[in-house]
């Protein structure tokens, strides 16, 4: 699902034993065009398949699907973010409806109990993209995101203001309202006959949303301002517990490897004296690893699992309350 240039599909299709891969089928369903040369066991679709029996993945999809920005106004109202075409922004209408029961529900825009929010220095340093193909990050350069280990959810009752009154909102406070993410998932994962959807991306979690938002723009790989020109690609990180439906589990990437065997040990130094060839790929392997499950870098990303019709497959994490 957002299949990119098709990687993910043909490394899996090359990867499963013959006899397995004899009765899979690989979809990619992707918005962009087919690449040519690309296996041509894979379909290459617009609209996931309905009725699939197996795994629907979707690495770095939903940070795509588009989205409203809400503001917070010097008179504490959440209004809609406009934008013109050369980035230019303005704050339009209040936020109503289901946007609104959204923002309350899952990213309510007021200030944490601690006191009021200073917006961060803006940075002229490019940083690496996270979405470069091909280009490992070092994990400083990642822009860190909460593993869900704990229920993060503010109480229910919501936060006070100082004298118990209305809830305090600072004037610039943001929120990126995730009513499309939610939908585009839970039509993905109504796509699949019985299997498992699994998506993989930057999140963060009720309780500690980046108060200033997330959206940037990405041009060759390095950080931009998120101007909607089409010069470069647009994304902004994942509310990951609001797309989960009933029976999901959310677990960091590095959870979600580790229950499959993934943990980047080194091998043993025996290895290198009795078969240096093995030790070396085995070695290579291991840093591959453990840049995939790096804290502060690639294994914080978030993986929300959503088992349809089967048994909940990994072990680990937490069950999210829908
Ligand atoms: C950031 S890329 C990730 C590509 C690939 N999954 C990867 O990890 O390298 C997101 C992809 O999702 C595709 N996409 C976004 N919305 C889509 C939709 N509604 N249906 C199909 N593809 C979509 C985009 O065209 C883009 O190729």
Same mark, same amino acid.
């Given at each position: 699902?957002?299949?990119?240039?098709?990687?993910?599909? /043909?490394?899996?299709?090359?990867? =499963?034993?013959? @006899?397995?891969?004899?009765?899979?089928?690989?979809?990619?369903?992707?918005?962009?065009? $087919?690449?040519?040369?690309?296996?041509?066991?894979?379909?290459?679709?617009?609209?996931?398949?309905?009725?699939?029996?197996?795994? =629907?993945?979707?690495?770095?999809?939903?940070?795509?699907?588009?989205?409203?920005?809400?503001?917070?106004?010097?008179?504490?109202?959440?209004?809609?973010?406009?934008?013109?075409?050369?980035?230019? #922004?303005?704050?339009? #209408?209040?936020? /109503?409806?289901?946007?609104?029961?959204?923002?309350?529900?899952?990213?309510? =825009? /007021?200030?944490?109990?601690?006191?009021?929010?200073?917006?961060? @220095?803006?940075?002229?340093?490019?940083?690496?993209?996270?979405?470069? &193909?091909?280009?490992?990050?070092?994990?400083?350069?990642?822009?860190?995101?909460?593993?869900?280990? @704990?229920?993060?959810?503010?109480?229910?009752?919501?936060? !006070?203001?100082?004298?118990?009154?209305?809830?305090?909102?600072?004037?610039?406070?943001?929120?990126?309202?995730?009513?499309?993410?939610?939908?585009?998932?839970?039509?993905?994962?109504?796509?699949?006959?019985?299997?498992?959807?699994?998506?993989?991306?930057?999140?963060?979690?009720?309780?500690?949303?980046?108060? *200033?938002?997330?959206?940037?723009? *990405?041009?060759?790989?390095? #950080?931009?301002?998120?101007?909607?020109?089409?010069?470069?690609?647009? /994304?902004?990180?994942?509310?990951?517990?609001?797309?989960?439906?009933?029976?999901?589990?959310?677990?960091? !990437? $590095?959870?979600?490897?580790?229950?499959?065997?993934?943990?980047?040990?080194?091998?043993?130094?025996?290895?290198?004296?009795?078969?240096?060839?093995?030790?070396?790929?085995?070695?290579?392997?291991?840093?591959?690893?453990?840049?995939?499950?790096?804290?502060?870098?690639?294994?914080? *990303?978030?993986? =929300?699992? !959503?088992?349809?019709?089967? &048994?909940?497959?990994?072990?680990?994490?937490?069950?999210?309350?829908?």
């Amino acid at each position: 699902m957002g299949a990119g240039r098709g990687e993910l599909v /043909t490394g899996v299709l090359e990867a =499963l034993p013959a @006899e397995v891969a004899s009765r899979a089928r690989g979809y990619a369903v992707e918005r962009a065009a $087919r690449p040519a040369g690309l296996d041509h066991r894979i379909e290459w679709l617009p609209e996931p398949p309905p009725g699939v029996t197996g795994l =629907l993945f979707a690495n770095e999809w939903l940070d795509n699907v588009p989205l409203d920005v809400a503001e917070v106004d010097a008179k504490g109202t959440v209004r809609l973010v406009l934008v013109r075409q050369d980035g230019t #922004e303005s704050l339009g #209408e209040p936020v /109503t409806g289901a946007e609104a029961e959204w923002l309350a529900r899952w990213w309510p =825009l /007021t200030d944490p109990p601690e006191g009021r929010l200073l917006r961060p @220095e803006a940075s002229d340093d490019p940083l690496p993209s996270p979405e470069a &193909p091909g280009s490992p990050l070092p994990a400083e350069d990642v822009l860190p995101v909460l593993p869900p280990t @704990e229920d993060l959810r503010p109480p229910a009752e919501g936060l !006070q203001g100082p004298a118990g009154g209305l809830p305090v909102a600072t004037e610039g406070l943001r929120a990126e309202v995730g009513l499309p993410r939610d939908a585009a998932w839970a039509a993905a994962v109504a796509s699949l006959g019985q299997g498992l959807a699994v998506a993989v991306d930057y999140a963060h979690f009720a309780g500690a949303r980046p108060p *200033f938002g997330t959206l940037t723009g *990405f041009r060759e790989g390095r #950080e931009t301002a998120p101007v909607p020109d089409g010069s470069c690609d647009i /994304t902004a990180h994942v509310a990951l517990d609001a797309c989960a439906l009933p029976g999901a589990r959310l677990l960091s !990437q $590095r959870e979600a490897l580790g229950a499959l065997g993934v943990s980047g040990e080194r091998p043993s130094l025996g290895l290198a004296s009795t078969d240096p060839t093995a030790y070396v790929r085995a070695l290579a392997g291991a840093g591959e690893a453990a840049e995939l499950t790096a804290r502060g870098g690639l294994g914080d *990303f978030g993986w =929300l699992l !959503q088992p349809v019709g089967i &048994p909940d497959p990994l072990p680990g994490g937490e069950q999210p309350s829908t």
